[in-house]
């Protein structure tokens, strides 16, 4: 895989974002969104950038709080923000079209980044919640004790490096759910697996529900959760996919 060219953003509000490009056909550009507590530098993403790079450029960006890049983590909140200093840094190195492709976390910033901000041509969620505020699995419960307790906060910033923000959201932001019909008319992929052991399935379904078309959903059979358990057949599906929406899409309507 070539090394990829090092990235500064800085987002509307100001925010540095650590970022990295790799080179690709000036078609088409994946902007990956990882999950939380996740890294673009990580292996599990680097793997993702490696196979996606056969179809196109990728730039793989740390939301803030997360590894390279500053701020504080708002979990969903103003990481729209951080996508788009990413597709703006996309469209400035030439690509026509631009498929942003998150992960959990990196797949409700990226519903909501397409429905409130536009400008891309394709979205891809994977393994994300359609809806806010979720613990009915025993790890949704272990994040939201590291998110909301001090003590939690700390851990994960000691275990991963993550800085989340601590006095929670005020107002609370649009669930993906609330706003995923404003995507249309882009096209909206929805993947999510039968063995997610953090969000079951019925969340993919609502957010499927929730969109227009152009739309699919597809269920995986015995895939877990985000980056780590994708394997890379199924990236290359969804790497296709990506290229096949924009190849048929007209113009960018937002």
């Given at each position: 895989?070539?090394?990829?060219?090092?990235?500064?953003?800085?987002?509307?509000?100001?925010?540095?974002?650590?970022?990295?490009?790799?080179?690709?056909?000036?078609?088409?550009?994946?902007?990956?969104?990882?999950?939380?507590?996740?890294?673009?530098?990580?292996?599990?993403?680097?793997?993702?950038?490696?196979?996606?790079?056969?179809?196109?450029?990728?730039?793989?960006?740390?939301?803030?709080?997360?590894?390279?890049?500053?701020?504080?983590?708002?979990?969903?909140?103003?990481?729209?923000?951080?996508?788009?200093?990413?597709?703006?840094?996309?469209?400035?190195r030439?690509?026509?079209?631009?498929?942003v492709?998150?992960?959990?976390?990196?797949?409700?910033?990226?519903?909501?980044?397409?429905a409130l901000?536009?400008?891309?041509d394709?979205?891809?969620?994977?393994?994300?919640?359609?809806?806010?505020?979720?613990?009915?699995?025993?790890?949704?419960?272990?994040?939201?004790?590291?998110?909301?307790?001090?003590?939690?906060?700390?851990?994960?910033?000691?275990?991963?490096?993550t800085?989340?923000?601590?006095?929670?959201?005020?107002?609370?932001?649009?669930?993906?759910?609330?706003?995923a019909?404003?995507?249309?008319?882009?096209?909206?992929?929805?993947?999510h697996?039968?063995?997610?052991?953090?969000?079951?399935?019925?969340?993919a379904?609502?957010?499927?529900g929730?969109?227009?078309?152009?739309?699919?959903?597809?269920?995986?059979?015995?895939?877990?959760?985000?980056?780590?358990?994708?394997?890379?057949?199924?990236?290359?599906?969804?790497?296709?996919?990506a290229?096949?929406?924009?190849?048929?899409?007209?113009e960018?309507?937002?």
């Amino acid at each position: 895989m070539p090394t990829p060219e090092p990235l500064t953003l800085y987002t509307a509000d100001r925010v540095r974002i650590d970022a990295g490009h790799f080179r690709g056909p000036d078609a088409l550009c994946f902007v990956l969104a990882h999950g939380f507590t996740c890294s673009w530098r990580q292996p599990a993403l680097r793997r993702i950038a490696g196979v996606l790079n056969r179809f196109g450029g990728v730039i793989g960006l740390d939301f803030r709080g997360h590894g390279g890049s500053g701020g504080r983590s708002t979990v969903g909140d103003r990481e729209v923000l951080d996508i788009d200093a990413a597709v703006g840094a996309a469209r400035r190195r030439g690509y026509e079209r631009i498929a942003v492709t998150g992960f959990s976390m990196g797949g409700a910033v990226a519903v909501r980044h397409a429905a409130l901000h536009g400008g891309v041509d394709a979205v891809v969620s994977v393994s994300a919640p359609a809806r806010w505020y979720y613990r009915g699995t025993v790890p949704m419960r272990r994040v939201h004790w590291a998110i909301e307790r001090r003590s939690g906060r700390l851990a994960v910033r000691l275990a991963r490096g993550t800085r989340i923000a601590p006095n929670g959201w005020d107002p609370v932001p649009e669930a993906p759910h609330e706003v995923a019909g404003r995507i249309a008319p882009v096209p909206f992929l929805v993947v999510h697996g039968d063995a997610d052991a953090f969000f079951p399935l019925e969340h993919a379904h609502q957010l499927y529900g929730a969109a227009r078309d152009p739309r699919e959903l597809w269920v995986e059979p015995s895939f877990g959760h985000a980056e780590v358990a994708a394997t890379p057949d199924l990236i290359t599906r969804i790497a296709r996919w990506a290229a096949d929406a924009v190849a048929v899409r007209p113009e960018t309507a937002h």
